[in-house]
């Protein structure tokens, strides 16, 4: 903790800030030809550290760097840092009234083909939002969620049925 605290306040990150987990805890038995002889050896003990921040480039350098925490002898799992959109509640709105608008579009140039008109609303049904590493084309019917990467696209679908006029 003292090496990684240290690591992470000499970067920039404010250490008050942190997140702890609960400290946890596994034992290693003695095994002899492969069979457990129910001696402890020892107990091990970790926790979780969470470092939030919205400055997401200092957190891929300062994770690009943990080799330095490591060289002082503390033992360090890390699993990469997550990156989210923090913003997604407000954005959720106006990408559902873009696809909206792109749908009516869409049915307007459909059905001016044939000489027809589209009317009212008669449903609509929203999809799954999709936030994917820009250039990623993945999809799934439960929504995608990349958080390995910085920059990210936002989608949905929406299905609407309009009224013919």
């Known amino acids: 903790m003292k090496s990684l605290s240290a690591y ?4 920039g990150i404010d250490v008050s800030k942190l997140v702890l987990s609960g400290v946890s805890t596994s034992n290693n038995e003695q095994y002899i030809n492969g069979n457990p002889t129910g001696k402890i050896l020892n107990y091990q003990a970790s926790r979780n550290i969470t470092v939030n921040s919205d400055n997401v480039y200092l957190i891929q350098t300062l994770s690009q760097g943990i080799g330095q925490v490591l060289q002082t002898g503390a033992n360090i799992v890390s699993s990469g840092p997550q990156y989210y959109v923090s913003t ?5 709105p106006r990408l559902i009234a873009a ?3 792109d749908a009516k579009s869409k049915a307007i140039a459909l059905t001016s083909a044939t000489g027809g008109s589209v009317g009212s609303v008669r449903s609509a049904r929203s999809g799954p939002f999709q936030v994917n590493a820009v250039g990623s084309g993945q999809v799934s019917s439960g929504g995608v969620y990349d958080t390995t990467t910085i920059r990210k696209t936002v989608s ?3 299905t ?5 006029g």
Do not use: E, Y
């Open 160 to 164: 609407v049925i309009f009224n013919l």
């Open 156 to 158: 949905t679908t929406v």
């Open 88 to 92: 997604l509640q407000k954005l959720r």
């Open 8 to 11: 992470l306040k000499s970067g």
């Open 99 to 101: 696809a909206m608008s």
